[in-house]
């Protein structure tokens, strides 16, 4: 019951009435399942498609609204405030997720029509029209990904290394200042970098192989894994390091043992994350590698077709007929999509295995 003081009147928000914990989800649906009836009227009436998004987002607005009012009423303003801004915090997640749940239900729906075995058992080699595959931007995706990891991870490693463990003074500050700066180049200035560093370096102004869009990719990679990897090797307690010191472990001996182990889960999901961000990357692959209908092996002749060219190229230069082509470019972004969550699960794998054990 809600205490009421007898001279006062003043309402005691710590002895309020409270809700039942079923209210919130009730309220949730109520207000989903009015915003979608809503909409689905409105569509019906003037023939257009039920837009189930704006449904989804008007009816949590409406849900908000209707939290406070029967927490203020129920509870009491200070029960109100709180359900107000709990309600806010998971809207916003929800909100957020929206999107996301719309991206991945078009791509999966547009590409299971051309999910096959055909698909990844064929390249475009003198196909017009139906038929074909991606095998062989699928492949190039995978060596042109692949190198520029093993280019970037290393190198991105052995900084963050030197940042936090030995770099001091104007060179330190030199390299992080260059770092950050690469953090914000656009993609396409590296691809244009690549392909002006290699038509001066073998004198040929159409020059187009894979590996100079490795290098273009790894121009991107390398800040982030630096970041991400600086950041982890700082969470490492100095007591291991001095620990270590204590007894006579030499310092790269330490680095090598102790520090890089205990921050392998976290270095994995920076270089995952690093991978992630570059291998939908179209812009500088389309200027330095390429593209072509056949395979190709050889990271270091000739042109190499990449998933992402394949899906701007299949949506943006369709034949006569046009589904065909779009289908295609769909199951290549399917597949593109399929390929980062196989890479963040592999590094949760990574992660799991190589993390220091608490237990005994």
Do not use: C
């Amino acid at each position: 019951m809600t205490a009421v003081t007898e001279t006062t009147g003043i309402v005691n928000s710590l002895t309020a009435g409270r809700l039942p914990r079923w209210a919130t989800w009730v309220i949730l649906g109520a207000s989903w399942a009015t915003m979608i009836i809503v909409f689905a009227l409105v569509a019906a009436s003037s023939g257009a498609e039920l837009n189930i998004g704006a449904a989804l987002f008007l009816g949590t607005i409406l849900f908000i609204v209707l939290i406070f009012v029967f927490a203020l009423l129920v509870e009491g303003i200070r029960q109100a405030k709180d359900r107000l801004v709990t309600a806010l915090v998971i809207s916003a997640f929800l909100i957020a997720l929206i999107p996301l749940i719309s991206l991945l239900f078009t791509v999966v729906s547009n590409g299971i029509p051309r999910f096959d075995f055909g698909f990844f058992n064929s390249s475009m080699r003198n196909i017009v029209g139906e038929g074909g595959g991606a095998l062989h931007a699928i492949t190039g995706t995978l060596l042109i990904t692949g190198m520029a990891a093993l280019i970037s991870v290393p190198i991105g490693l052995l900084t963050a290394i030197y940042l936090v463990e030995y770099g001091k003074g104007a060179l330190a500050r030199a390299i992080t200042f260059f770092v950050d700066v690469m953090s914000g180049i656009p993609s396409i200035v590296a691809g244009l970098f690549a392909f002006a560093l290699f038509s001066l370096l073998f004198a040929d102004p159409g020059i187009r192989f894979g590996f100079g869009g490795s290098i273009a990719l790894s121009l991107l990679m390398i800040p982030v894994v630096v970041r991400s990897s600086e950041e982890m090797l700082k969470l490492v307690p100095n007591e291991l390091r001095e620990a270590s010191y204590a007894l006579g472990v030499p310092k790269w001996l330490t680095i090598l043992k102790i520090v890089i182990p205990t921050s392998i889960a976290g270095i994995t999901t920076g270089v995952t994350l690093a991978i992630a961000r570059v291998i939908g990357e179209t812009a500088p692959l389309l200027i330095i590698s390429g593209f072509t209908a056949s395979m190709n092996y050889d990271l270091f002749s000739d042109r190499m077709m990449s998933l992402p060219v394949f899906v701007y190229t299949q949506y943006q230069n369709p034949g006569s007929v046009v589904q065909p082509y779009l289908d295609r470019a769909w199951a290549g972004a399917l597949t593109l999509i399929l390929i980062v969550m196989l890479l963040n699960l592999i590094a949760r794998l990574i992660a799991r295995i190589f993390s220091p054990k608490l237990g005994r």
